[in-house]
């Protein structure tokens, strides 16, 4: 059984840039597509970004195509989330989550086990 457990969130200016890691512990990370979700207050969690097993493939929601990248190292079990020009409608916990087969996969129901999330808070 996987165990996803994020960190790097925190408090940024809007414009700025933060990091998220998520690194998997227990079962087998390599093989699976990994995302990341986020729920701001009053509001349903959504996607944000997802990778398949080797890293090849990847997709975006588009509310934050084009600044924020999704990555994964297998060899350290970990997958980042990169995220630039961040604007205050980006603060939310942000959730790490490992799929049970390995595509890139936008849609909740794919993703068998989840972290317990980071708050992220971009200040206008």
């Known amino acids: 059984q996987v165990q996803p457990v994020e960190s790097g969130g925190g408090l940024v200016q809007a414009g700025g840039s933060l990091g998220l890691s998520c690194a998997a512990s227990g079962g087998t990370f390599s093989g699976r597509g990994m995302a990341w979700f986020r729920q701001a207050p009053g509001k349903e969690r959504e996607f944000v970004a997802t990778i398949s097993w080797s890293g090849a493939w990847s997709n975006y929601a588009d509310s934050v195509k084009g600044r924020f990248t999704i990555s994964r190292d297998n060899a350290k079990s970990t997958v980042y989330l990169q995220m630039n020009s961040l604007k205050p409608e980006d603060t939310a916990v942000y959730y790490c989550?490992?799929?049970?087969?390995?595509?890139?996969?936008?849609?909740?129901?794919?993703?068998?086990?989840w972290g317990q999330g980071t708050q992220v808070t971009v200040s206008s």
């Open positions: 989550a490992a799929a049970a087969g390995g595509s890139a996969y936008s849609t909740e129901s794919k993703y068998a086990y």
